[in-house]
């Protein structure tokens, strides 16, 4: 989906700390490398065709995965988020490596946008996107317009690791992105909503 600016935040944000406790309890073999070979480049499934864990396929129906289930924050995150979820994975970029340039024109991204949880990062992480780059700090919430030439760098040493989980939108959603904020952009009084823990029943996790 094309969107106005190249990055909008939107007015949440996660514990990171928590997040990563429940990663790296899974087992290291569920991370898969990137299936067109590109170097450091890893993912794990979230939201896969029925639930099929290192599936990578885009279209059927969309159920979590055993690692999706293995971690309830993360399903949390997703919930609060609001979005009606189609392929969602964490990404591993290993430290010296990139994601290479490229854009999402495709059928697919004609309805949907990329959601973006940092939960692993460090500052010199760089993520460009048409003429804007930034870094996306741990826990925020970003969205960015996958229709521009984008790509990421990590000129650390150290893995930046983040959720990126596709979405058709939803109405919770479209309000957390009504009430967003582009980069740069000063909105008095502006600032997110941080949900380190949630105290509520959660309806289900919406999915395409």
């Not at 964490?90 to 949907?112: C, F």
């Not at 979405?167 to 502006?190: A, N, Y």
Request: one cysteine or more.
């Amino acid at each position: 989906m094309k969107l106005d600016y190249p990055f909008i935040q939107l007015p949440l944000t996660f514990d990171a700390d928590r997040l990563l406790k429940e990663v790296s309890a899974i087992d290291a073999s569920a991370w898969q490398p990137h299936p067109q070979g590109y170097a450091g480049n890893f993912a794990m499934t979230l939201v896969t065709p029925n639930g099929i864990n290192n599936n990578d396929e885009m279209s059927g129906p969309m159920m979590p995965t055993d690692y999706l289930k293995s971690c309830p924050y993360l399903m949390e995150v997703l919930r609060c988020i609001g979005g009606v979820w189609g392929r969602s994975r964490l990404m591993k970029l290993s430290g010296q490596a990139e994601v290479t340039p490229h854009i999402d024109t495709n059928y697919y991204w004609r309805k949907r946008m990329r959601v973006h949880v940092p939960i692993v990062t460090q500052p010199s992480v760089r993520f460009y996107c048409g003429e804007q780059d930034m870094h996306m700090p741990a826990g925020e919430c970003w969205i960015f317009d996958t229709w521009s030439m984008y790509n990421v760098v990590n000129d650390a040493s150290e893995e930046r690791i983040h959720l990126v989980a596709d979405t058709v939108g939803g109405e919770e959603f479209w309000q957390w992105f009504r009430s967003g904020r582009p980069l740069g952009m000063d909105i008095p009084g502006w600032s997110p909503q941080h949900i380190p823990e949630f105290h509520r029943e959660p309806p289900p996790l919406r999915l395409e």
